[in-house]
């Protein structure tokens, strides 16, 4: 048996489809024209409200034709890869930032501030990560610290993690490192204002399983500053990830076994 | 009553899920999840996932396979399924009769399949395939749809004929059949007639909005209608066995005593018509 999909119904199926896209309608056979509209209106409110509670801060923060047209566009012009509608939104964000120059220009934070709104679902989303064993008791100087693996670290050009999206301007334009990380137990997402040199740090006990007291070693060579006041400045850093469970606990012999 | 409910399961969703674990004022017999809200996830919703699943037998009502496209079927998803029903011991996977991607681009909603000839035979080939690749059968639900496109059958011999070739199992949804006899003007009652009911697996109930006097929209957000729960009567008893029936609640949710409520009028409806299988207990 030929189970093969004729030429015409694909076409018709695309039609439908197509028209469900961009609301330009034809020729499809036997339509009740006074109905077909609500495929449109059902799928653009689907799409709209995931959009929106996705990105709260940048759906406040551009004008409603602004954002309507952005909604509008992506479904026309961008092909949805994502089976689950919540991944959807990083598409979303993907074709801002390559399609709309025009809004970037006008917005300049616009691809920090969809930027850190997608790594908040990421993060609250992400598949659990077993940590490394580790114990809660350690030298916090001389043991290796296990950190919590559920985070993502982020670079933006404007502190959009630390100041309203409108009093945002041109001044504001820096490096800015945001660590969000999502605490267990809780699940909730935290997120912490890194300074390049935390930034820095983090990525050292990521890459190269060393205690502090190696990477302050290195931190002296790389920031030219004395490592025993890189370690005291660093004492509130690291305790306050310890106590907010950003860092878990300690490698060290008791656990290794 | 409550404690009786032998046969109706609820969709679970996000919206009532702290109370539904706390308050234990739903009573259903399983719960009704889609696995792409719930699949290679982590963290606060997974967390409560597992506990509903350690607590409730789950059934899985797929959005996305999109089994009526002309796009390819996407293996990469569906080996994610076949897990995943692994995983929690899931005993039905069913999906809908429509298609939700095409031209390569989701579409986040169901659209009719062309009642036509080739399209039998391309889904019916593909449930087939997925059937094989499942290792199990899966069941098609009949959808609601609002403008026939190119149809050279009717929506009943469509099902008829998608059923017996691709020998797969029916997921009658009752208030689809409802809104589908009002909007296109045909005798829901003869229309389930015609269906093959020794192959219903599984049955959906649900509510519905009237936007125009003559089109209905099946939105999920209004409690069930007499009408329909009428003929969900005249359905199940009709059906050659006793099937698990699902309350399904999307939007606008009420308070959960007035969905254990609808639930209860469906567990009297399925007494009546089943009662055999008390008086052999
Ligand atoms: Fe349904």
Redesign the interface.
């Known amino acids: 048996m030929n189970t093969q999909l004729h030429e015409y119904t694909r076409n018709q199926q695309s039609s439908l489809a197509n028209y469900v896209r961009t609301g330009t309608l034809n020729n499809v056979e036997g339509l009740t024209e006074n109905r077909v509209h609500y495929y449109r209106k059902l799928v653009h409110n689907v799409l709209n409200d995931s959009l929106q509670s996705a990105f709260p801060i940048t759906y406040d923060l551009l004008e409603e034709d602004e954002w309507y047209d952005l909604v509008e566009k992506f479904f026309r012009y961008h092909d949805c890869q994502s089976n689950e509608i919540w991944k959807m939104p990083y598409e979303f964000y993907q074709f801002t930032i390559s399609n709309e120059n025009n809004l970037i220009m006008k917005y300049p934070h616009l691809n920090d501030l969809l930027l850190l709104e997608w790594t908040e679902i990421e993060v609250y989303m992400m598949e659990n990560k077993p940590p490394h064993k580790f114990n809660i008791e350690g030298d916090l100087l001389n043991d290796v610290l296990v950190l919590n693996p559920e985070f993502n670290i982020i670079k933006l050009k404007y502190p959009v993690h630390i100041k309203g999206s409108r009093e945002i301007n041109k001044d504001d334009l820096g490096n800015y490192f945001v660590l969000i990380y999502r605490e267990p137990k809780t699940f909730r997402v935290q997120f912490v204002n890194l300074s390049v040199y935390f930034a820095w740090l983090i990525a050292r006990l990521l890459e190269e399983s060393k205690p502090l007291i190696d990477i302050y070693e290195a931190a002296e060579e790389t920031f030219r500053v004395d490592k025993s006041i890189l370690e005291k400045n660093s004492y509130q850093f690291i305790t306050d990830m310890i106590n907010n469970k950003f860092i878990l606990g300690f490698k060290n012999d008791n656990n290794s076994k | 009553m409550d404690n009786g409910n032998k046969h109706i399961g609820i969709g679970f969703r996000k919206d009532f899920a702290e109370e539904f674990l706390e308050k234990k004022i739903l009573k259903p017999v399983f719960v009704e999840v889609a696995p ?2 719930w ?9 409560i996932f597992d506990k509903v699943a350690e607590q409730y037998p789950v059934y899985m009502h797929g ?2 396979l999109s089994i ?3 796009d390819p079927i ?1 293996w990469n ?1 569906l080996r994610k399924v076949k897990n995943f029903l692994k995983t929690y011991d899931i005993k039905i996977y069913s999906e809908h009769l429509s ?1 939700a991607k ?8 169901l ?4 009642f ?1 000839w ?2 039998v ?2 889904v ?2 593909r449930i087939r395939e997925v059937q094989d690749f499942l290792e199990r059968k899966i069941a098609i639900e009949n959808v609601s749809y ?6 050279e059958m009717t929506e009943a011999e469509f099902i008829n004929a998608v059923v017996a070739e691709a020998d797969c199992n029916l997921l009658l949804d009752v208030n689809n059949i409802y809104v589908n006899a009002f ?1 296109h003007k045909y005798n829901a009652e003869k229309f389930l007639d015609q269906l093959p009911l020794d192959r219903v697996e599984y049955i959906h109930m649900a509510g519905h909005e009237q ?1 125009e006097p003559d ?1 209905i ?1 099946d939105t999920h957000g209004e409690p069930i209608i007499i009408p329909v729960y009428e003929l969900f009567e005249y359905t199940v008893n009709k059906l050659p066995k006793n099937v698990p029936v699902l309350l399904e609640r999307d939007f606008n949710i009420p308070e959960l005593a007035e969905l254990q409520h609808e639930m209860s009028l469906m567990e009297n409806i399925c007494r009546r018509a089943w009662n055999h299988e008390y008086a052999v207990a």
């Open positions: 792409e809200n699949m290679g996830i982590g963290g606060y919703w997974k967390n959005l996305s009526g496209s002309p996407d998803f298609y095409c031209d390569n681009a989701h579409l986040y909603d659209l009719p399949v062309p036509r080739d399209a035979h391309h019916s080939k609002y403008t026939p496109v190119a149809a909007n936007v089109l929209i």
